[in-house]
C-alpha cells in the first residue's frame, strides 16, 4: 500500500539552538490509526505541527502522496484542507462566539457557498454528537465538549489526514469514552489518524500502529500487536510497558495462559483468564 505520508529523516532546530527533532522518520498508511507514543519533550508536538505546515524543516522532508510539501501560500492552504490539526488546548483554537459560527469559520475560508457552508458544519456537528448545541456559546461548554467542537471545526473541512495532540488530557473517563466514539466513527470512514500520547496502555489497545519518539527521533515504528517485542526500545524511551503486557507475562511465570497471544486490554484478559482458567479470580479496574 502506497503512504499517505512519509517523513524523511526530519530535522528542526529552533531560534536557540536546541533540536526538536532530529532524523526522525515514520510512515502512515491510508486509513490508519497510529499513536505517537513518548514522553514529555520527545517531539511530539513539534512532529504534529510540521506535518500540518505551522513549523518547516531546518533538514529532512515530508512527502504527502509521494510529493514534497508545498511551503508557498496557496500550497499551505492545499495541505491544511487535507490535513487538520487539534490543538491539546482547545481554547487556543476555538475563535468564535457560538459553536455553529466557530465550526464553520474553516468551510467560509474555503469559500464555500452557504449551502455547502451550512452542510459541512451540520455534518461535522453530528459526527462529534454534539449538533444539539449548535446555537451554544463557545465559552459555556465544558473542556470535553470544547475539544469535540474543535475536532468538528477541523472535520468540516473534510481532511484526509487528523492530527491531534495529546487528545485526552484534561479528560474524565466518561469524557475519553465520548472521545473514543468519534474517533471510532471517523476511523470507519476512512480518515487516517495520528494522536500523540504518553499512555502506553492506550495506544497498545487503540493503534494500528505505533510510532515510539525519544529525544525528537523517532527510534521505533511497529504494529500496535508486535509492541510486547519491543519491551526495550520502550524502556529506553521512558515508557512502561501496558499494564497488560507486564501482567499477562507474570501470569506466563506463574504456568498460566502460556502460548497465549498478549490481549490488548485488561478487560480482554480477564475474559481470557475466564476461559482458560476460570478459577482464577482477577479484576481489570478501570481499562477502557
Not at 515530508?62 to 487539534?86: E, I, T
Request: glycine share 10%.
Amino acid at each position: 500500500m502506497r503512504p499517505l505520508l512519509e517523513i524523511r529523516a526530519l530535522g528542526h532546530r529552533y531560534p536557540d539552538g536546541s533540536h526538536g527533532l532530529a532524523d526522525c522518520s515514520l510512515v502512515l498508511l491510508p486509513g490508519s490509526r497510529n499513536a505517537l507514543l513518548g514522553a514529555n519533550g520527545s517531539g511530539k508536538t513539534t512532529l504534529l505541527q510540521h506535518i500540518n505546515g505551522l513549523l518547516r524543516p531546518s533538514s529532512g522532508g515530508l512527502l504527502l502522496d509521494g510529493r514534497a510539501l508545498d511551503y508557498s501560500r496557496a500550497g499551505l492552504a492545499a495541505l491544511r484542507r487535507r490535513v487538520g490539526l487539534v490543538f491539546q488546548n482547545p481554547d487556543q483554537q476555538l475563535l468564535a462566539a457560538t459553536v455553529f459560527e466557530d465550526v464553520s469559520f474553516g468551510p467560509l475560508n474555503l469559500g464555500l457557498d452557504a449551502a455547502q457552508v451550512r452542510r459541512r458544519t451540520v455534518e461535522a456537528l453530528q459526527a462529534v454528537g454534539l449538533a444539539d448545541l449548535a446555537g451554544r456559546q463557545v465559552q459555556q461548554l465544558s473542556h470535553g465538549q470544547k475539544k469535540r467542537i474543535c475536532i468538528a471545526g477541523v472535520l468540516a473541512m473534510e481532511p484526509e489526514l487528523l492530527l491531534l495532540d495529546e487528545p485526552m488530557a484534561g479528560l474524565d473517563a466518561a469524557m475519553q469514552d465520548e472521545l473514543l466514539t468519534v474517533l471510532d466513527s471517523l476511523s470507519g470512514r476512512g480518515v487516517t489518524l495520528l494522536l500523540s500520547t504518553h499512555d502506553v496502555d492506550f495506544a497498545y489497545r487503540w493503534a494500528d500502529a505505533i510510532h515510539l519518539l525519544q529525544r525528537g527521533g523517532c527510534v521505533a515504528s511497529f504494529a500496535a500487536l508486535a509492541l510486547p517485542e519491543y519491551s526495550s526500545e520502550l524502556l529506553a524511551a521512558g515508557q512502561p510497558l501496558p499494564a497488560v503486557v507486564a501482567l499477562h507475562r507474570s501470569l506466563v511465570e506463574r504456568g498460566l495462559l502460556a502460548g497465549v497471544p498478549v490481549p490488548r486490554s485488561l478487560a480482554a484478559l480477564q475474559a481470557v483468564l475466564r476461559t482458560n482458567c476460570p478459577k482464577f479470580e482477577f479484576e481489570p479496574g478501570g481499562d477502557h
